[in-house]
T-cell receptor, first 110, second 115 residues
Framework: GQNIDQPTEMTATEGAIVQINCTYQ??????LFWYQQHAGEAPTFLSY????GLEEKGRFSSFLSRSKGYSYLLLKELQMKDSASYLC???????????FGSGTRLLVRP | ETGVTQTPRHLVMGMTNKKSLKCEQH?????MYWYKQSAKKPLELMFV???????ENNSVPSRFSPECPNSSHLFLHLHTLQPEDSALYLC??????????????FGEGSWLTVV
């Protein structure tokens, strides 16, 4: 079957660093996406990894290990506006399907 | 503004009603999607259209009927829904296959409540 696991909730302090983990077990792998979704808003694209390693984009970085079926999203210098849900999604094959995790709700406190 | 516009944003309907959700994308993409988002559950893919042709139907009940008249517009026709169909329905688009690294862009969603 297809399975993606993320922690349900995390809490962090403004200015700190937080790492959101995602593990996946899918029939195939053609890339992993991270999305941010504020309450009542559309999910917005953050990052895409298809090769092992770290992709850095400003305060956000995403890491992938295909052999371990593992990714993480690293958020640095946390701001209050980073309070949102973070969705991990895997493309399992050459198709239009994306398998989504349930999302991690991040609360940033002052 | 994501380039994908959905109407209405909120809809309350009875189980015997017929209503439609509308989606329009201004990104020049070729693929359009309907996703369902229920509380504490992963996003579920419902339908995919590529160049107006349906390429995915994820075992969705027939009370949900999609229509794609052109690459920019997508509808979801709703009839005789059940209360458990209450959810956020998200429309999305992409240039091509996500498996080739093409990003899926989502609309703000239509909140549906079935009473």
């Amino acid at each position: 079957g297809q399975n993606i696991d993320q922690p349900t909730e995390m809490t962090a302090t403004e200015g700190a660093i937080v790492q959101i983990n995602c593990t996946y077990q899918t029939s195939g792998f053609n890339g992993l996406f991270w999305y941010q979704q504020h309450a009542g808003e559309a999910p917005t694209f953050l990052s895409y990894n298809v090769l092992d390693g770290l992709e850095e984009k400003g305060r956000f970085s995403s890491f992938l290990s295909r052999s371990k079926g593992y990714s993480y999203l690293l958020l640095k210098e946390l701001q209050m506006k980073d309070s949102a849900s973070y969705l991990c999604a895997v493309s399992p094959g050459s198709s239009y399907k994306l398998i989504f995790g349930s999302g991690t709700r991040l609360l940033v406190r002052p | 503004e994501t380039g994908v516009t959905q109407t209405p944003r909120h809809l309350v309907m009875g189980m015997t009603n017929k209503k439609s959700l509308k989606c329009e994308q201004h990104l020049g993409h070729n693929a359009m999607y309907w996703y369902k988002q229920s509380a504490k559950k992963p996003l579920e893919l419902m339908f995919v259209y590529n160049f107006k042709e349906q390429t995915e139907n994820n075992s969705v009940p027939s009370r949900f009927s999609p229509e794609c008249p052109n690459s920019s517009h997508l509808f979801l026709h709703l009839h005789t829904l059940q209360p458990e169909d209450s959810a956020l329905y998200l429309c999305a688009s992409s240039q091509s296959l996500p498996s080739s690294g093409n990003t899926i862009y989502f609309g703000e969603g239509s909140w549906l409540t079935v009473v």
